[in-house]
T-cell receptor, first 113, second 113 residues
């Protein structure tokens, strides 16, 4: 069974540009989560989808971040325009309907210069 | 004050030693307690998962949860160089079973051959 996959693995952009991160959850997992880890800090929650609906987006830092999950399958996280403080590793996780266990992808390392 | 406190280490032990990793937390609503292992440039990998208080053993790994003290531990017996990684404690509540996960900062462990 394929795990959670994220694209790209690494992205380097300049301040003011737009970047879109993609996450493919484990097949059949209705719950999809985005997290972020900035340098020296703990991994922090951004938002949670149940199928295509946003269940909790309390962790989204500001309106420069837009997450979508059209059709309830893969999800994208767009940062527009990117700022220096957006640099970090963005993780996606998914969970099924039986257990509250989240499986993580390898992450996308975003560097904003 | 952070909801989850974890000593970042680094922790260096000789091969074969027993390793003790710990976290404290402040939110009494946490019901699910997890330990993730993260190798460099990889995503967090779920190691152990415990619901409420008690002990859970899986091979060389034992997880303990003491909700009265708000303290969780992970013990690694007969540590191996392949155990060298960052260990993240994580926890979540029980609102419908799908609450966001709150992480500690992680403890970096090095097992020396």
């Amino acid at each position: 069974e394929a795990g959670v996959t994220q694209f790209p693995s690494h992205s380097v952009i300049e301040k003011g540009q737009t970047v879109t991160l993609r996450c493919d959850p484990i097949s059949g997992h209705d719950n999809l989560y985005w997290y972020r880890r900035v340098m020296g800090k703990e991994i922090k929650f951004l938002l949670h989808f149940v199928k295509e609906s946003k269940q909790d987006e309390s962790g989204m830092p500001n309106n420069r971040f837009l997450a979508e999950r059209t059709g309830g399958t893969y999800s994208t996280l767009k940062v527009q325009p990117a700022e220096l403080e957006d640099s970090g590793v963005y993780f996606c996780a998914s969970s099924g309907t039986v257990k509250n266990i989240q499986y993580f992808g390898a992450g996308t390392r975003l560097s904003v210069l | 004050q952070k909801e989850v406190e974890q000593d970042p280490g680094p922790l260096s032990v000789p091969e074969g030693a027993i390793v003790s990793l710990n976290c404290t937390y402040s939110n009494s609503a946490f019901q699910y307690f997890m330990w993730y292992r993260q190798y460099s440039r990889k995503g967090p990998e779920l190691l152990m998962y415990t619901y409420s208080s008690g002990n859970k053993e899986d091979g060389r790994f034992t997880a303990q949860v003491d909700k009265s003290s708000k303290y969780i531990s992970l013990f690694i017996r007969d540590s191996q160089p392949s155990d060298s990684a960052t260990y993240l404690c994580a926890m979540s509540g029980n609102s419908g079973g799908y609450q966001k996960v709150t992480f500690g900062t992680g403890t970096k462990l090095q097992v020396i051959p």
